[in-house]
């Protein structure tokens, strides 16, 4: 049982707070946690603070309640409101977007906190964007509605960002904050929406209002970094971890989530009795999932492969999309224990970015240096396959008196086989038929250009999603040109390409689609809306297709 202030204590250690000075220095202590290595008592390590200061007055409504209850979906914005008025000049609150109800019931409000230093400064104002000079990270709670503990937790770093201990991080960090991404499942106690799909396999279509919403902040903040706070079922695991693991994703991204940032949030885990895994997945999804039953060829890998999730689409589109999970029993009384676990590892990862804030700056963001280092030829399928140099995985599993066992579990896949591919063109043509597309990859910050006269062009024209044929097209007025060279080149390539896993065709919105037979008997001459332009996009007469999806200057910059 809490006693209202305990769920922030309850570990030995809560939370460093490091001193300008101490983030500077953590660098290089980082080859040390990459290799395994811990650190001995009397180390010259930024000392841990044990207790912070807190207002009883701004404690969250569950540790109010010393989390005998939970914290409502419906009071989050006015919440943070009661919190803005104490922290004016660091916290910024305003609603992301209204959500309507299930069943014609009352509306919901999704908030957005803004955290900086200095009110008016933070991440997506202006001063804090594109051009700032500190890390933004974005933090998304509760995607899934019965997963409580990622809004407890996004409730707690709002407040200790902005009036506790966390602050120091500001000197380094704005932060922006989307405490419940889906009251409306929150309120049922549903994983799913009030449409009955999951969210967190909607960052590719965009049919909830609320990603809608999430991916139109991203095109605006603009963040190095993005965390998604989730829950798991009851596992000897306390913690587990997703990494980007889409093979469309920089390879910088991987690893600088893998190398740099992971192995410290290991060890502060492990410094406090938390057993780690990084994350491991059932394919397909469990029949929880899906309501279908899984076949007898189930198979276990890494952190799933597809875009549709956000840690794999925001990786894409250029941040660190990185899942944090704690084991849950999906009770009220494991709800603190569950809480401070997660609220650990998350304040975890925004000390080593902090700590780390140039090789964060130096690698988030895909500018006109990395992508003219990259290679020419980008993913349209692949799948997870066996590794002879890791032919199983040693995992853990309860028993039926409950007590932890070894298990060794020979279905393993933890390796990813490309098993089709293209190069990037230089630019795509979407025709005016095409609409729907334009409009699916504009709700993802995908930047596009409009042709103002009628040209003819030697084109790539699909025949079948993945094979182009070269040809002579008369390209309409009205079309827009998008092209592969722009922060966002790697999710536009995984959702544009007609032969992608993740593209508009094979996983599209409503009128975008083909049916298997359709993609099986391949396509007539013009019959997609969408041709490639190759080797370099000529002098054509182009101007800013929405005025407002473009950045000021580079993505990332």
Known sequence: MSDGTSGRNRFRIVTRVLTVAGLIALSPGLAAAQSGSGTEAGSDRTPLAATPTLAPEILTPAEAAAYLSYSSPDTAYAWLETLAQVAAERLVVAPLVTVPG???GRPAVVPVARISAAAGTQAGT???GATGDRIRVMIVGSQHGDERAGF??????ARDLSIGDLGPLLERLEVVIVPVANPIGMRAGTRADASGEDPNRDHVVLASPVNRALWELHAEVEPHVVLDLH????SPFDAQIGLPTHPNVDPRLTELARYWLLPYVVRALAENDIRFHEYIAENPDPSYRNEIEAPADTFYSWAPISADNARNAFSLAGSVGLLLETASEHEIDDLARRTDRLYLTAVSFLEVIAGLSDEVMARAWNTPDHRAASSPFLALRAEPVADPEQPFLRWLRRTERGNVAPLKVE???????VTASLPLPAAWVITPKGEALFEHLRQHGIRAEILREAVTLEVGEYRSPGTVHPVERTIPAGSWVIRADQARQRLLFSLIEPGSDDG???SAPPGLGRTASELAAGFEPGALPLFRIEGSVPDLPLADADVQWQAPGEYGS
């Not at 829950?231 to 009851?234: A, F, L, R, S």
């Open 411 to 417: 279905r393993w896949r933890p390796a990813v086989r």
């Open 102 to 104: 299930a069943s014609g």
């Open 126 to 128: 202006g001063a804090g």
């Open 504 to 506: 508009w065709i094979q």
């Open 152 to 157: 407890e937790v996004a409730l707690r770093l």
């Open 231 to 234: 829950e798991m079922g009851p």
